[in-house]
T-cell receptor
Framework: QKEVEQNSGPLSVPEGAIASLNCTYS??????FFWYRQYSGKSPELIMF????GDKEDGRFTAQLNKASQYVSLLIRDSQPSDSATYLC????????????FGSGTQLTVLP | EAQVTQNPRYLITVTGKKLTVTCSQN?????MSWYRQDPGLGLRQIYY???????DKGDVPEGYKVSRKEKRNFPLILESPSPNQTSLYFC?????????????FGSGTQLSVL
């Protein structure tokens, strides 16, 4: 069973702080990883994707990938109450045609 | 407007009564997929399709059927629903040649099987 695991939280941070969300994966051949944000009662929306080792920054979001450690993370700088949501980590398994495996999600609350 | 449309939004049914959840996308995407979401389990893939007449099992296909007769439509069929299929279902699509693999999700279908 190829797995993607997330620390389930919930995670609470004060407004303006850095929120750190973590994810590990079991399939060493996985190539691409994604972070989706899901507000309560809504469908997931893609906020970041990464396929190369290192960091990728987009505004207040930074995705980090370490293939040797099989570790993916998402950092949210200057967290805002509007960032309060569930964050889903997902990876595409090796040898599969775009079969995306999701983690169970981390619920983030940003406190005003 | 580019979108993935799922119907119905809410559905309550009884055990054994066949049902179909429809999914349609207007973006000419080759790839379509169905997921179910349960508390604490995240999104689990049921079936996916790379193109017309091409479908494959995901992680939890038991009790479900799909078909892809047209590029835009990808219905999910529950031939004999059971209470353990009570869940929130999402349909999603994306272009196959998209490197960022962005999935466009429908609004979801909350299914309750009594």
């Amino acid at each position: 069973q190829k797995e993607v695991e997330q620390n389930s939280g919930p995670l609470s941070v004060p407004e303006g702080a850095i929120a750190s969300l973590n994810c590990t994966y079991s399939d060493r051949g996985s190539q691409s990883f994604f972070w989706y944000r899901q507000y309560s009662g809504k469908s997931p929306e893609l906020i970041m994707f990464i396929y190369s080792n290192g960091d990728k920054e987009d505004g207040r979001f930074t995705a980090q990938l370490n293939k040797a450690s099989q570790y993916v993370s998402l950092l949210i700088r200057d967290s805002q109450p509007s960032d309060s949501a569930t964050y889903l980590c997902a990876g595409i398994s090796s040898g599969s045609a775009r079969q995306l495996t999701f983690g169970s999600g981390t619920q983030l609350t940003v406190l005003p | 407007e580019a979108q993935v449309t799922q119907n119905p939004r809410y559905l309550i049914t009884v055990t054994g009564k066949k049902l179909t959840v429809t999914c349609s996308q207007n973006m000419n995407h080759e790839y379509m997929s169905w997921y179910r979401q349960d508390p604490g389990l995240g999104l689990r893939q049921i079936y996916y399709s790379m193109n017309v007449e091409v479908t494959d099992k995901g992680d939890v296909p038991e009790g479900y059927k799909v078909s892809r007769k047209e590029k835009r439509n990808f219905p999910l069929i529950l031939e004999s629903p059971s209470p353990n299929q009570t869940s929130l279902y999402f349909c999603a699509s994306s272009p196959v040649d998209s490197r960022d693999e962005k999935l466009f999700f429908g609004s979801g279908t909350q299914l309750s099987v009594l």
